[in-house]
């Protein structure tokens, strides 16, 4: 069982940046492949992003490229979606997602969810 615990979501004005966090527990957390994910009202849940097991490959939805980024700390347990340029169509809760020895890329689908923090960008 895998436990994801997300934070750092908040209030930002449009043009703002916000950085989450998502730690892991687990002993074998490198091997995990993670992964970000939103649902805004009214919406289904979206990918956003992911990221291989050591980080050496990542992967966005077009509406973030340039804007997002993911990365992780294998030693602290932990993934972040550090987030610029924030447009209030951002606005969503946010999921952290894990798969343990899976495989990131656009299709990543997460075994383990946590339970969400919400983003909202005011415009």
């Known amino acids: 069982q895998v436990q994801l615990v997300e934070s750092g979501g908040g209030l930002v004005q449009a043009g703002g940046s916000l950085r989450l966090s998502c730690a892991a527990s687990?002993?074998?957390?490198?091997?995990?492949?993670m992964g970000w994910f939103r649902q805004a009202p009214g919406k289904e849940r979206e990918f956003v992003a992911a990221i291989s097991w050591g980080g050496e490959s990542t992967y966005y939805t077009d509406s973030v490229k340039g804007r997002f980024t993911i990365s992780r700390d294998n030693a602290k347990n932990t993934v972040y979606l550090q987030m610029k340029s924030l447009k209030p169509e951002d606005t969503a809760v946010y999921y952290c997602?894990?798969?343990?020895?899976?495989?990131?890329?656009?299709?990543?689908?997460?075994?383990?969810w946590g339970q969400g923090t919400q983003v909202t960008v005011s415009s």
């Open positions: 687990g002993r074998t957390f490198s091997t995990y492949a």
């Open positions: 997602a894990a798969k343990p020895r899976g495989f990131a890329g656009l299709s990543f689908v997460g075994d383990y």
